[in-house]
């Protein structure tokens, strides 16, 4: 998380702008929200997913890229969207409300466990190691 905040704070390195926030500055993505400082992803509770379509391997349409910065990922966005992305969104929307996850208005990837063990704590430490059988 600190390294996303770092690439936030730094408005020189505008080589993604055009693909994730051509109609944002970048100097305005913490006030509206779409990247924070600190983030209930460090909890743990806070997921950021697509769907896939198994036969292809790929990921189906969802109206925007993953993590794009702008009106169009917003949940309530349906404007210019395919009958197939709407349907694709409340897909994913309604199969996370349904497990118990709470979305995001802005995001229509992101998902926080509704009931999440620790609400207002914040990890920050190294994640490190191996991985044994």
């Not at 690439?7 to 020189?12: D, G, I, K, R, S």
């Not at 993590?67 to 309530?76: A, E, L, M, Q, V």
């Not at 992305?85 to 229509?108: K, V």
């Amino acid at each position: 998380m600190a390294h996303f905040v770092r690439w936030a704070e730094n408005e020189n390195d505008l080589r993604m702008k055009t693909y994730f926030y051509p109609d944002v500055k970048k100097s305005d993505l913490f006030e509206i929200g779409y990247i924070a400082r600190k983030s209930s992803h460090s909890r743990g509770s806070t997921v950021d997913l697509t769907l896939l379509d198994m036969a292809s391997s790929k990921e189906v349409s969802m109206g925007s890229p993953f993590d794009y910065f702008g009106k169009r990922s917003h949940t309530d966005f349906l404007k210019h969207l395919t009958e197939e992305e709407i349907r694709n969104r409340f897909f994913l929307r309604d199969t996370m409300i349904e497990h118990g996850f709470a979305p995001m208005a802005e995001e229509w990837w992101h998902f926080t466990l509704a009931d999440e063990p620790y609400p207002d704590t914040y990890f920050d430490f190294p994640v490190c190691g191996t991985m044994t059988d």
